[in-house]
């Protein structure tokens, strides 16, 4: 199975943080990277803050979903995050978010998939469309790309893109 895992970050050195969280994807037993976006600047929502960096990676997983999940917050965890301690939309060193997959969908308490606010985050669906286009949101029974231009048609400020990652 292939998903689509978002990466974002506003405190300390987020592409050092973003680099580490895709080698410790890499090398754990069962996920293989495929594809990655360019990076990208978004304004924040929510209170003052700095901008964000986001990314999106593709993964191949031999394992569950739910596993994947179990797997990205342990390394948000080691990259310093506490969740129980941060504000709702604040700063954050590292969030690694499963955005989008090409063959489950999942609805339930501990993991929404695809992500329940994929179609109205810009920063999220933007770099996702780059590198799966032509995946066809399940619930939405749209093509990312045609969501994504409609996302930077409504807002086309709030996701810059910056360069490669």
Not at 18 to 42: H, K, P
Not at 128 to 150: D, F, N, T
Request: charged fraction near 25%.
């Amino acid at each position: 199975m292939r998903i689509i895992i978002g990466l974002g970050g506003n405190v300390g050195d987020v592409r050092q943080a973003f680099d580490r969280a895709v080698m410790e994807l890499g090398a754990s037993e069962g996920v293989e990277i495929c594809g990655r976006s360019s990076l990208y600047r978004t304004r924040p929502v929510g209170p003052e803050q700095p901008s964000f960096l986001n990314v999106a990676i593709m993964v191949t997983v031999e394992t569950t979903a739910r596993d994947l999940l179990g797997l990205c917050h342990r390394i948000e965890v080691a990259a310093g995050r506490n969740r129980s301690k941060e504000q709702r939309c604040g700063p954050r060193v590292l969030d690694l978010d499963l955005l989008i997959s090409d063959s489950v969908v999942c609805r339930g308490p501990a993991l929404e998939l695809p992500h329940m606010r994929l179609t109205e985050r810009a920063f999220a669906l933007i770099p996702a469309a780059e590198i799966a286009p032509e995946w066809v949101h399940p619930l939405e029974g749209r093509i990312l790309g045609v969501l994504a231009g409609k996302a930077a048609e409504g807002n086309p400020n709030a996701v810059e893109r910056i360069g490669d990652w």
